[in-house]
């Protein structure tokens, strides 16, 4: 079945700066990844995704980017704000009825 | 809409006790699942149903029973709860476009934190 590496588990960057997630997956028949956010004590919530046919997505100051030679998939936050600061976590499918698998998460810390 | 409730929020269970962690969404979603979620596990699917009446095992199904009587309800069992089975437990749902495989958004209930002691 699928797997799904996610690196680093923790990230501290200074306000301002760009942070970066990265996340591989095993099986090549994946399709659809989406990347979530939770934030200390809160439900995680889908902040952005991407489908196979796309290789980048942008949302203001949050762009995902998928390589499908290599199967990785990344997050890239600019301008970083303290309110970014939460847990996120990639996920990966491969359609159907089969469901998401989640990387373990990254703990980002955004330092005023 | 509530969109994905859960109850009971915290729940403090002595072992070998059982309970039922219920799950209800307003959203005519088809498929529901369940997750537990530990420190530095990230979030592991212990069943999931993909329609009323259906239900599958997820990565750590051991020890939990499930049932989708209805659509927007989706229950979760401990039949002897164990001190391994603290955690929080989240349960979430979503839309599958069966025509062409289409996936919709995935959405989380607020969480329920089990204490078994």
């Known amino acids: 079945g699928e797997n799904v590496e996610q690196h680093p588990s923790t990230l501290s960057v200074q306000e301002g700066d760009s942070a970066v997630i990265k996340c591989t997956y095993s099986?090549?028949?994946?399709?659809?990844f989406p990347w979530y956010k939770q934030e200390l004590g809160k439900r995680p919530q889908l902040i952005i995704d991407i489908r196979s046919n796309v290789g980048e997505k942008k949302d203001q100051r949050i762009a995902v980017t998928l390589n499908k030679t290599a199967k990785h998939f990344s997050l890239h936050i600019t301008e970083t704000q303290p309110e970014d600061s939460a847990v996120y976590f990639c996920a990966a499918s491969t359609g159907g009825n089969t469901p998401l698998v989640f990387g373990k998460g990254t703990r980002l810390s955004v330092i005023a | 809409n509530a969109g994905v409730t859960q109850t009971p929020k915290f729940q403090v269970l002595k072992t070998g006790q059982s309970m039922t962690l219920q799950c209800a969404q307003d959203m005519n979603h088809n498929s529901m699942y369940w997750y537990r979620q530990d420190p530095g596990m990230g979030l592991r699917l212990i069943h999931y149903s993909v329609g009323e009446g259906t239900t599958a095992k997820g990565e750590v199904p051991d020890g939990y029973n499930v049932s989708r009587l209805k659509k927007q309800n989706f229950l979760l069992g401990l039949e002897s709860a164990a001190p391994s089975q603290t955690s929080v437990y989240f349960c979430?749902?979503?839309?599958?476009?069966?025509?062409?495989?289409?996936?919709?958004?995935?959405?989380f209930g607020p969480g329920t934190r089990l204490l078994v002691l």
């Open positions: 099986d090549s028949a994946s399709n659809y």
């Open positions: 979430a749902s979503s839309y599958l476009a069966l025509a062409g495989g289409s996936r919709e958004t995935q959405y």
